[in-house]
């Protein structure tokens, strides 16, 4: 979700992939309409206004549907929305919704999405991913606690016309929509249950199916909603997401059978599948990038030469094409590569060690008293490789470094509480250059993990925000993250390649730079 991301993190980004096998013969035939997907962890939570983690994203948009939404290739679509109108000046959005219930049969109003999107909004409701959508006239406000959700600049005009409202132009807004932080929750079913509203036997939602079960460390387990507007056209009766423990162990559950999709096999098959699986290995740029932050309250990551010894000791090139060895892009920008019109002013990726080495003798460290660094990664092989590599490139420049890794949400709970000196993060999904840049702003609260501060990459932020064109609103943009990236509060390393194998009993599966396979389109042979 980001990793992600949001954060959003690479280790979910490889959510959804498929093998094949001659499968089919043996499975039950009970689970021939069931489709079992490996899943890289358990959620923590699967309420749409609270969720943090990609893993938790997948499961979402099989339930949910938000105004907008993707197709089987990963274009945005119309959602809840079958159609909407914007304002010329760019601020007024007037959707309107299509005939949809809930998983109960309720209908889904426009007066649904207002207090959805006030809810998210709520400081109560503690919505981590809030700040997606700050763009609407108020929400920041209300979200710091300085005015009433019911300021927020969304309204119902009829049952079936929502009318947002923008503080400024966002033309990049349907894309923010079909995030779970646009999603419609049931006002009906919270206000009866409250926080237990998404447990199995209490839940509704308004998506292609609902959920029947959920077990940690088991299983959570969908049933198609014969209340969704296109159920007809659902195919699949039932999904089940089955957390694995590791990529070797979702990789050998796969070979035996027990999945039908597993995601982040093992690198180093790729060449053996190439010549065995060669019309089912899909590799894919994911729209991601993938980086480590500094702490920049915490000395002497405060000291900006410290931080840019540290980058200049980094081998982009080595660490993709030695290390991880499955077609990573190398990436100086804080923008993938992959998002289009975009020309970041930072793209060298070659190390300067003599230039590193002299910074940190500035800053006071020397042989004798070596610069002593913590670096923290989330718990997964590939993970490991790369963050062992980078601690092997900063030893030759005379740094010290302690690697510490925990559980993915362990490790997104210390980057969100400011836990950390320097550490793995990641983020992914949309197909425009705000979206990454903006996770360097003051006012995007803990997803600027490294709580860097800038006034003058926050004034062209701030231009570019209320920029209406967009050739111009892009050109600033480039210009606020080149201020960014030479304070170096974070080290761009990296954009993702996804590692998908698609096994034949599997229809309607399109490889796409957003990894999004919402199994509604999916069909089981």
């Known amino acids: 979700m980001i990793h992600s991301n949001r954060f959003q993190t690479i280790c979910q980004w490889f959510t959804a992939a498929l093998f094949s096998l001659p499968l089919v013969g043996g499975l039950a035939a009970e689970e021939k309409s069931s489709l079992r997907i490996g899943s890289p962890g358990d959620p923590q939570t699967l309420d749409p206004h609270r969720y943090t983690l990609n893993v938790e994203e997948h499961i979402l948009k099989d339930m949910f549907l938000g105004l907008t939404t993707m197709d089987a290739k990963g274009a945005i679509v119309p959602g809840s ?17 299509r005939d949809n219930a809930w998983s109960d049969g309720t209908p889904v109003t426009a007066e649904d999405f207002v207090y959805s999107f006030r809810r998210l909004v ?21 979200n710091g606690g300085e005015l009433e959700s019911s300021e927020l600049g969304v309204f119902a005009q009829d049952s079936k016309t ?14 923010r929509l079909f995030y779970p932080t646009g999603y419609p929750v049931p006002k009906h079913v919270i206000e009866k249950h409250g926080s237990d509203w998404i447990k199995p036997e209490n839940w509704v939602s308004n998506g292609p199916y609902s959920l029947t079960d959920w077990k940690p460390q088991q299983a959570v387990e969908l049933q198609r909603n014969p209340h969704f507007y296109e159920h007809g056209n659902v ?33 180093g098959e790729i060449e053996s599948l190439r010549e065995s699986h060669p019309d089912q290995l899909q590799l894919s740029p994911l729209l991601s990038t993938m980086y480590l932050v500094f702490n920049v309250t915490r000395a002497p990551f405060d000291d ?9 000791a980094i081998d982009r090139d ?30 060298t990726n070659s190390p300067d060690l003599a230039l590193a080495r002299s910074l940190l003798a500035q800053a006071g460290f020397t042989e004798e008293e070596p610069l002593k660094v913590t670096l923290r990664y989330f718990t997964g092989a590939e993970s490991k490789q790369v963050h062992v590599a980078i601690a092997a490139m900063w ?30 993060a990641g983020w992914f999904g949309e197909n425009n250059p705000e979206h990454y840049i903006e996770l360097l702003w003051s006012q995007i609260g803990s997803n600027n993990y ?51 194998l698609v096994n034949p009993r599997v229809g309607g599966w399109y490889t796409n730079p957003r990894n999004s396979h919402g199994v509604r389109y999916m069909t089981l042979k």
């Open 81 to 97: 929305a079958e159609s909407w109108d914007v304002s010329s000046d760019g601020l007024v959005w007037t959707f309107l919704l």
């Open 122 to 142: 709520d400081p109560e409701t503690a919505a981590p991913l809030a700040f997606f959508l700050y763009g609407i006239e108020n929400a920041r406000e209300i």
């Open 162 to 175: 929502l009318e947002i409202r923008l503080e400024r132009p966002f033309p990049y807004f349907t894309e």
């Open 235 to 267: 195919k699949i009766e039932s999904v089940k997401y089955v957390p694995v423990a590791d990529a070797l162990a979702g990789y050998h559950r796969y070979l035996a059978e027990e999945l039908d999709i597993v995601g982040d096999f093992p690198a």
């Open 304 to 312: 900006v030469r410290v931080r840019r010894a540290l980058g200049l």
């Open 318 to 347: 080595k660490l993709t094409r030695k290390v991880l060895r499955s077609e990573e892009i190398a990436n100086a920008s804080m923008v993938p590569p992959m998002v289009p019109g975009y020309k970041p002013s930072i793209t």
């Open 395 to 424: 030893q030759e420049i005379g740094v010290q470094t302690s690697l510490h890794n925990t559980e993915l949400k362990v490790h997104f709970s210390d980057l969100h509480s400011g836990d950390f000196e320097v550490a793995q």
């Open 450 to 500: 490294g709580r860097y501060q800038s006034a003058e990459f926050d004034g062209l932020l701030e231009q570019a925000k209320n920029t209406v064109g967009q050739k111009e609103r892009e050109k600033l943009l480039q210009q606020a993250e080149s201020v960014a990236l030479n304070e170096f509060p974070v080290i761009p390393l990296y954009s993702v390649t996804v590692r998908n």
